[in-house]
């Protein structure tokens, strides 16, 4: 049974970086690609990135700059950074499982995780 | 690249049909077969209805179908039931540069 569970700091001032994980467990985080997707409190979802475990990545142009994301093939996680964070960053952030490689369809998700930023 | 459009709302009584578009461009919905439909009931991770235009998931019910033409991508919902009531998401890939866009939501309501 495919499961991912986000985890990391739920408040994050302004200025500084957003770092949460993603645990992968029931399949090989080798056999998919992994994204990061973002939903503001009361809007609509947002596409942040994907990661393969080869390294490969592809980013959301208008996040590109200030995204890094990365895997752990020993402990089945990968990670997503964000750097600069305003309040315009505040949001629940899924993990999820690409169902194809090049395909925009998500068939797995994390339960999400919010974070806010705030002084 | 803009979002996707979706209407903000749609309705429709038990046991009808209801479709939600989603319109894009030349690049992303009209450029490849791969749209995406999620359903989201609040307070909960999207879930997967549709697949590359009209291909379900496991699970699905067949009530729910989707299609395409040109740069509109559309999710038919038929036989409405009250447990159908949520938001409804779409999704495009947009090539290489960008891999999922979405669209900005529809609420759809079972009077």
């Known amino acids: 049974q495919v499961q991912l569970q986000e985890s990391g700091p739920g408040l994050v001032k302004p200025s500084e970086t957003l770092s949460l994980t993603c645990t992968v467990s029931?399949?090989?985080?080798?056999?998919?690609?992994w994204s990061w997707i973002r939903q503001p409190p009361g809007k609509g979802l947002e596409w942040i990135g994907c990661?393969?475990?080869?390294?490969?990545?592809n980013y959301n142009p208008s996040l590109r700059s200030r995204v890094n994301l990365s895997v752990d093939t020993s402990k089945n996680q990968f990670s997503l950074k964000l750097l600069s964070v305003t309040a315009a960053d505040t949001a629940v952030y899924y993990c999820?499982?690409?169902?194809?490689?090049?395909?925009?369809?998500?068939?797995?998700w994390g339960q999400g995780t919010l974070v806010t930023v705030s002084s | 690249q803009s979002a996707l459009t979706q209407p903000p709302s749609a309705s429709g009584s038990p046991g009808q049909s209801v479709t939600i578009s989603c319109t894009g461009t030349?690049?992303?919905?009209?450029?490849?077969?791969?749209v995406s439909w999620y359903q989201q009931y609040p307070g909960k991770a999207p879930k997967l209805m549709i697949y590359?235009?009209?291909k379900r998931p496991s699970g699905v019910p067949d009530r729910f179908s989707g299609s395409k033409s040109g740069n509109t991508a559309s999710l038919t919902v038929s036989g409405l039931q009250a447990e159908d009531e949520a938001d409804y998401y779409c999704?495009?890939?947009?090539?290489?540069?960008?891999?999922?866009?979405f669209g900005g939501g529809t609420k759809l309501t079972v009077l």
């Open positions: 999820a499982r690409h169902l194809k490689v090049g395909d925009s369809s998500f068939d797995y």
């Open positions: 029931g399949v090989s985080i080798r056999s998919h690609y």
């Open positions: 990661i393969y475990f080869t390294g490969s990545i």
């Open positions: 030349s690049s992303d919905v009209g450029a490849y077969n791969y």
């Open positions: 590359e235009v009209n």
């Open positions: 999704t495009s890939y947009a090539g290489s540069n960008n891999w999922a866009l």
